[in-house]
């Protein structure tokens, strides 16, 4: 098999905190005919949700699982076995839920008991959809608000105080002195308030957040707001609040609990959807399961803004695993760019402008993979192209 471009088609998930027309409006494209919003657009080859090559109507997945050494190269297709990686515009109008994803190691022996057990990947209470980790990296393409990684026990203990409350002065002080240890006993005590004292607890604490100027507990609120008694809305003081200007991207990796409030970016990650979910949901929590995959120690919950490293016309962003990288190219009538010459499968796809590979014209939210097995391909025009590959 020889193909140069495989050209794509990208659809859209519609989860209930999505934005309706952000996405589209960033990319300059039509809005889909639908009163659903418009979540995520997702962009790679997961089965839950591939993407389909134009010439010949077959899901990415299929295409890649037919001819899975010329397409990834050699390498990839002995490592991952699947194109590695999952790219996606993010657009959220409320707050996703708080998440923790697995190491690969977790995400392995946690698919393979719930399969034992008889648990499908489809089932209300399945934790693990597949047998890969999800590191990964939001890119911010407006105002971008994020939580993300605890604080230390000391500013957490801070945090609390501001609440007043009889019920964290226990922890207040337990975590200003504390570490590791007190960290998850707390979180494990938070996730496991019975929901009438949890519901107690809110309505004091909205009392205090409701009148309050501070950006901690204006989120406590906001989030009160959306999901009432739970136990999630107290994150915004647990968690590093975050806030991205445009352009601007953090990493998450392994065990680092987070939540995406607001705003739209560009989300990649390794190809996985695996997620246990601590709170701002009513969808399945396993906390036996979330408190054993989450990290308590400062170096898993460092989380870093970065604004890339720029080498002429490509920023490239720090991303510390092998599954996927990131570039963003900007194509000039003085600069074009050499496509294609990783020797493993590349993904690109044009937030912006026009991209011409080899005379095939790409513009606004068109996208397409080079395979392993691709010469190379001079991209020329005037666009802002994401680039996504592996170093594998």
């Known amino acids: 098999m020889k193909k140069t471009i495989i050209e794509i088609q990208n659809y859209y998930q519609h989860y209930d905190w999505g ?10 494209i039509k809005k889909p005919e639908t009163n659903l919003p418009l979540a995520e657009l997702w962009v790679g080859a997961h089965p839950k949700l591939p993407s389909t090559v134009i ?24 490592t991952a076995g699947s194109l590695p990686y999952l790219f996606k515009i993010l657009s959220a109008k409320q707050a996703l839920s708080i998440q923790v994803h697995p190491n690969k190691s977790q995400a392995e022996q946690g698919f393979n008991a719930e399969r034992a057990a008889g648990i499908s990947t489809d089932a209300a209470n ?19 608000v994020a939580m993300a990684g605890f604080k230390t026990p000391a500013e957490i203990a801070t945090s609390l105080a501001k609440l007043e409350l009889a019920e964290f002065s226990v922890w207040v002080d337990k975590l200003a002195v504390g570490g590791e240890a007190e960290l998850k006993d707390f ?7 019975p929901q009438g004292e949890l519901t107690s607890i809110c309505d004091k604490s909205i009392k205090v957040a409701a009148n309050s100027q501070d950006f901690e507990l204006f989120w406590l609120n906001q989030l009160f707001n959306l999901y009432g008694a739970d136990s999630g809305i107290f994150f915004p003081l647990v968690l590093n609040l975050i806030q991205l200007k445009p352009g ?23 190809n996985s959807d695996n997620v246990l979910r601590g ?10 399961e979330l408190i054993k995959i989450t990290q308590y120690n400062q170096a898993a919950n460092q989380v870093n803004i970065q604004t890339g490293q720029q080498t002429d016309n490509v920023l490239s962003f720090d991303i510390p695993v092998a599954d996927f990288q990131f570039d963003l190219i900007e194509l000039t009538d003085k600069y074009s760019y050499q496509a294609g010459q990783s020797g493993k499968v590349e993904l690109y796809f044009v937030i912006d402008g026009e991209c011409i590979a080899n005379g095939q014209v790409f513009t606004n939210a068109m996208s397409f993979i080079l395979p392993a097995n691709s010469a190379n391909i001079e991209l020329n025009g005037r666009a802002k192209v994401a680039r996504v590959y592996t170093q594998f």
């Open 19 to 28: 934005t309706f027309e952000a996405i589209p409006d960033l990319l300059k």
């Open 55 to 78: 010439d010949s109507q077959q899901g990415l997945d299929q295409l890649i699982a037919a001819s899975p050494q010329d397409i990834l190269g050699e390498t990839v297709a002995k």
């Open 126 to 144: 399945c934790n693990y959809k597949d047998n890969n980790h999800k590191p990964e990296l939001i890119y911010a393409m407006t105002d971008f």
């Open 187 to 193: 979180y494990t005590w938070l996730l496991y308030l």
């Open 248 to 270: 601007q991207a953090i990493f998450l990796g392994a065990g680092c609990p987070h939540a995406y409030l607001q705003g739209t970016g560009i989300e990649i990650m390794a």
């Open 279 to 288: 709170g701002l949901t009513s969808k399945y929590m396993d906390r036996e």
